[in-house]
């Protein structure tokens, strides 16, 4: 419920307002605490200030196994915990093992105790020294670097790497995990944004991006597992289409996300638009690949579509990071 409070003046210059005392209790706010103030845009976020801000949680993992295991640790290191406690009344090798697992995938993460019942895993990275923009550019060259690769190993029939690619897509939900944590920190509490030195919008931008990118490897990931399903090499004109596909695709990504660190707002406004026009020309190549696939046999046919779809979905995606860079570059109200 919003309470509203009189702004006083006292000593001449000094301006004063009372906060609710419900949410001071609720707080461990009283006479002699200590608050921070963060202002941003026309408003002023108030906190406690805290003396200890490593945040514990703990999380009952009696029946939790594999994936699902898997995605309890994951789920609360990405809500923001620097120390998870792990507990059952026994906790077994295969929960174990999941657990380990789970950390290694998570940047930062290390096991500080094991017990019989119990399993204590810490975050040693500083948040403050994280940078969401770092990692959205890591994220950028990687998943890329695997559509690229993706194509040119089904160009060239190499299992290996089309292997490799299936691999580095571990690198980019490691990163995805670390930008969507900072994110959900900058919602949590102001002081997150300020140490970034961004505004949370700004975090919210570049988490939108990363999701985009992190769906890019997944769609490189998916044409290396059918590079290895197919039998038979794909005609050189069809590979060709396909490389050209990627090239247009890859214009559109790089686009899309040059106009979203574009610091001048008309010149990312250009880019942006430039960059959602582009798919359009994808879309005539996706469907010139399409009457090529005519002349292959139906089953060949689906498969390779399935490529063509992927590399298409790429752009789309490229399309949706120059959307957030349009919606970065406008005027605020």
Not at 19 to 41: C, H, L, M, Q, R
Request: glycine content about 4%; proline content about 3%.
């Amino acid at each position: 419920m919003v309470e509203t409070r009189k702004v006083q003046v006292t000593g001449g210059s000094t301006y004063t307002v009372s906060i609710p005392k419900d949410w001071a209790n609720e707080n461990g706010v009283s006479a002699g605490s200590t608050v921070e103030f963060y202002p941003e845009g026309d408003s002023l976020f108030l906190t406690p200030k805290s003396e200890d801000e490593r945040t514990e949680g703990t999380l009952d993992i009696a029946g939790l196994e594999g994936d699902e295991l898997t995605r309890a640790v994951m789920t609360m290191y990405v809500s923001g915990f620097d120390i998870i406690a792990l507990e059952n009344s026994r906790i077994t090798n295969d929960q174990r093992r999941t657990i380990r697992q789970a950390t290694q995938s998570l940047v930062g993460l290390e096991v500080l105790e094991e017990t019989r019942d119990r399993v204590v895993i810490r975050d040693l990275l500083d948040s403050s020294e994280l940078s969401i923009h770092n990692a959205v550019t890591r994220m950028r060259l990687i998943a890329l670097s695997m559509l690229e690769d993706a194509v040119l190993a089904l160009a060239e029939r190499d299992e290996d790497m089309a292997r490799d690619v299936i691999q580095r897509d571990d690198d980019v939900d490691r990163l995805y995990m670390v930008v969507s944590r900072i994110f959900r920190a900058t919602l949590r509490t102001p002081k997150a944004a300020e140490e970034l030195g961004l505004p949370r919008e700004g975090c919210f931008d570049y988490h939108s991006c990363a999701r985009q990118l992190e769906r890019i490897a997944d769609h490189a990931t998916k044409i290396a597992h059918l590079t290895l399903s197919l039998e038979e090499p794909v005609p050189e004109d069809v590979a060709e289409a396909l490389e050209e596909l990627f090239a247009e695709a890859r214009k559109v990504v790089d686009a899309g996300m040059d106009a979203l660190f574009e610091e001048d707002n008309v010149e990312a406004t250009r880019m942006a638009n430039d960059a959602r026009e582009s798919v359009q020309v994808i879309d005539e190549r996706a469907r010139a690949i399409d009457e090529l696939l005519r002349e292959l046999d139906p089953a060949r046919a689906q498969m390779v579509g399935l490529i063509v779809d992927s590399v298409s979905r790429s752009a789309d995606y490229g399309g949706n990071i120059a959307e957030t860079a349009l919606q970065k570059a406008a005027p605020t109200p």
